[in-house]
């Protein structure tokens, strides 16, 4: 039987599966049909499973801040709001590249420390996560004061079967992204320097 | 398509109500996490003028099988389960958690029979299972039976975590399994293998290590419902594996864990506490030895730490016992409980080596007919290209309500043998042995 942490979790990977559909060449209406019928095919028990219960195993569930990315790209899509403002963007993928680069090596041995311990309910991580979502608020980086928020309120609720809220915030999925794009970013901007030091 | 003013100042104030309530809600579950606690300190006095009594069993039955990594718990009447895994070799996919139950007064194990499966557990957890490990057994503040077992979904052990089923009924049926989530990347490499404890609050103590990136012990607070309430690191670095938990006062205790490193001498690892887990010494060798294999103790009654290991530097075909009576720092070897090094050192052909194993067998209670069985059965796991290696190994130690002392182990890779022994039986062994180590 099924726990409620379960339904979540599973929930969370097929918006995934949907949302990666949304990419896909197709007119608005066929690529929400497309969505809807991916994440209804993620969720149907194949062979005693259902697929996102495979893509579960090895994925863990996805931190809050991937699924309303994902939803915000998706939704973006579809209803024709405008993409993230560049500034925000990058916010967000260098505080996500940046916990992730301070978490998992420590958490996983690299080093006496674990910071993992710390989401299992630190005044101080809630206390600094409180303040983050406000600055980014005051900042007008609504999203990303979202993203925040939402993380440490579904920690509160128990949205998912990690009691850590560090599982709510990151996860290696996306830290991979926020990384990826940064480094693709710094390596644009080289390029860019060197070919305008050639033109000189 | 850009906001007007008037939307974006709406946007604004419901994404700052949201903040304002995360914040809220983060404060006010962070107010009732649970307060540090003292550990719980439970004693058994022994009997006093018992005669010296012990005696050994097979609690697996099945043949040709890979059984491995038992644990041992007291049932309310006094009967004793054990758990293991077993199954077509470590690691493989029809791998299950078995159980068995010893009746005391007949001196007998029950049938043995699965109590977890790898697809009932697949099932249960809604995630794709590969393949299942070590089981711990644990007794709940509130009395409910708790087993918490190793699940691997991708990769090998260093891709472990934790599961845990519980029973109402001593073990005759388990509720629905959940999955302990321990570690921040993909939930990777938490295992369990050390007896778990208590703290005066009720909340349970899980002591388990890691083995990726680094290999260390930990200790998981758990609830009585069994959501982890905090983790606390008892090593770090790349050596200490499988940690024990000894529990001297509410503030005190030390920790046993095996050694994994390479740098000798190959010793148990210990570190201590005085402030019931808050802060645990720098981990540091003891003088006994470790073959980079599991081990296993317990506090007596009068505090004396008794533990169960392969005192030896390399292999495992010794298993031994230990005694401590100030707290850890001298020991004395109470002598073994296997012993099959000189055998090893004559490099055993098959034949040879099944015939041991047969009379071994006949010496640990089996019948006639059953010992040539296992002797064959053992071959078939234990020899490779004609050489053959004896292994008894992952020792699950407990003092049951009577006074009396369970070691259950894995012999041979093929079986879980236990010997049961009284306080006066450890004493004579004691008294005959000279082997006394010390810092």
């Known amino acids: 039987m099924s726990g409620i942490t379960d339904l979540t979790g599973l929930a969370g990977l097929a918006v995934a599966a949907a949302s990666a559909c949304t990419a896909a060449p197709l007119s608005g209406r066929k690529r929400a049909a497309l969505g809807v019928l991916v994440a209804i095919l993620a969720l149907v028990p194949l062979g005693g499973l259902p697929p996102a219960a495979y893509l579960r195993g090895a994925t863990g569930d996805l931190s809050i801040t991937t699924v309303l990315l994902l939803l915000r790209f998706a939704l973006g899509r579809q209803l024709g709001w405008s993409p993230t403002e560049s500034k925000e963007r990058l916010a967000l993928q260098i505080l996500i590249a940046g916990a992730a680069v301070a978490l998992y090596p420590l958490a996983l041995g690299a080093g006496p420390f674990d910071p993992y311990r710390l989401g299992f309910g630190s005044p101080w991580m809630i206390g600094a996560l409180s303040l983050a979502a406000l600055a980014a608020w005051g900042a007008r980086m609504l999203f990303a004061s979202l993203c925040i928020a939402l993380a440490l309120l579904a920690w509160a609720l128990g949205w998912y079967e990690s009691g850590n809220l560090w599982d709510y915030l990151l996860d290696p999925l996306l830290s991979m992204w926020a990384a990826g794009a940064l480094a693709l970013r710094g390596a644009r901007r080289l390029l860019s320097s060197a070919a305008g030091a050639t033109r000189e | ?439």
């Open chain 2, 1 to 439: 398509m850009a906001a007007s003013p008037r939307g974006g100042a709406l946007k604004g104030a419901v994404v700052l109500g949201i903040v304002l309530a995360a914040c809220g809600a983060g404060a006010f579950r962070a107010i009732g996490r649970p307060a540090p606690a003292p550990f719980q300190v439970s004693r058994i006095q022994e009997p006093r003028n018992e005669t010296p009594r012990m005696q050994t069993s097979f609690v697996s039955t099945q043949k040709g099988v890979f059984a491995h990594a038992a644990s041992l718990i007291e049932l309310r009447d006094g009967r004793v389960r054990a758990f293991w895994y077993s199954g077509s070799r470590e690691g493989a996919r029809d791998v299950e958690i078995h159980s068995a139950v010893l009746d005391p007064r007949a001196g007998k194990w029950g049938a043995e029979r699965a109590v977890a499966t790898r697809e009932a557990t697949e099932r249960s957890l809604e995630r794709f299972v590969a393949k299942l490990g070590n089981p711990v057994a644990a007794r709940g503040a509130d009395g409910r039976l708790w087993l918490f077992y190793v699940t691997v979904s991708v990769g090998g052990w260093a891709g472990s975590s934790i599961t845990a089923i519980s029973s109402d009924d001593e073990g005759e049926t388990w509720g629905a399994a959940r999955r302990l989530v321990t570690s921040p990347f993909l939930n990777l490499s938490t295992l369990v293998k050390g007896t778990p404890f208590l703290y005066a609050d009720g909340s349970l103590g899980l002591p388990v290590y890691h083995e990726f990136i680094g290999k260390f012990g930990e200790i998981l607070r758990l609830d009585k419902a069994g959501a982890v309430l905090d983790k606390k690191r008892l090593s770090d670095g790349r050596y200490s594996l499988q940690p024990v938990v000894l529990v001297k006062s509410g503030e005190e205790a030390l920790a046993v864990m095996r050694y994994s490193g390479s740098e000798p001498p190959h010793r148990v690892i210990v570190a201590s506490t005085r402030d019931a887990g808050a802060h645990w010494t720098p981990p540091a060798k003891s003088p006994l030895s470790n073959p980079d294999a599991a081990l296993s103790g317990v506090v007596l009654g009068d505090g004396a730490i008794l533990v169960a290991l392969n005192d030896v530097e390399h292999d495992r075909d010794v298993l031994s016992l230990a005694i401590s009576r100030d707290g850890g720092a001298r020991w004395s070897v109470a002598g073994d409980v296997e012993n099959q090094r000189a055998a090893s050192a004559e490099l055993l052909d098959e034949s040879r080596f099944a015939g041991i194993v047969a009379a071994l067998a006949r010496e640990s209670g089996a019948g006639a007919a059953d010992a040539g069985v296992i002797g064959e059965s053992v071959k078939l796991r234990s020899c490779k290209a004609g050489r053959c290696g004896f292994e008894f190994s992952y020792p699950y130690l407990i003092q049951t309500g009577d006074g009396d002392l369970h070691l259950a182990y894995t012999w041979n890779r093929s079986f879980i043998k236990h010997v049961r022994f009284n306080r006066a039986w450890l004493e004579e062994r004691l008294a005959k042995s000279s082997d006394e180590r010390h810092h």
